[in-house]
């Protein structure tokens, strides 16, 4: 079989277009990193990546009976609740924040990942007393990036 100028042309073209076609798939971030940078955002204190990061409404709405020594008053509404979060995950006397980063080693474990939908296992390890702490954050991709809606405190 003798192939011509015009069909080697022909496939060229053909596995081109295949792969221009498979590398237009949709690229998302890993979840895990966003993770990552939330414990880096809190570590500096910094606000507005913490809520770039967090839907801290979202967060505010299951976290309030996990934290029974901290949670706030009952006359709070759920933007104070919000606010009152966002303080304990990046103000220096925060409960969140101590409790996640201090005398802690943070271990990401597996991802799983369903549509829009991701958990990230999280692992808090004491450095005193080597217990470990079992975590899972929840998060959702929206506006190009994950963000995490959902998490216990230990």
Known sequence: MRLTSRSIVSALFLVLALGLIGGC????????????????AMRDADTTAVRSMVDLRSAA???TEDLPAIQPA?????????AWLLGQMT?????LRQRWL???QIVLGDTEISGDSALVEVSFLDRV??????????????????????????
Do not use: C
């Open 25 to 40: 798939g949709e690229s998302r971030p890993d979840p895990k990193s966003t993770v990552k940078d939330l414990f880096t």
């Open 61 to 63: 709405t299951g976290i």
């Open 74 to 82: 009952d006359s709070l509404t759920v933007p104070d609740t919000a």
């Open 91 to 95: 103000s220096e006397g925060g409960r």
């Open 102 to 104: 201090s005398d802690n």
């Open 129 to 154: 007393t080597r217990v470990q702490y079992y975590n899972k954050m929840r998060l959702v991709f929206r506006s190009d990036r994950w963000v995490i809606t959902h998490f216990r405190t230990m």
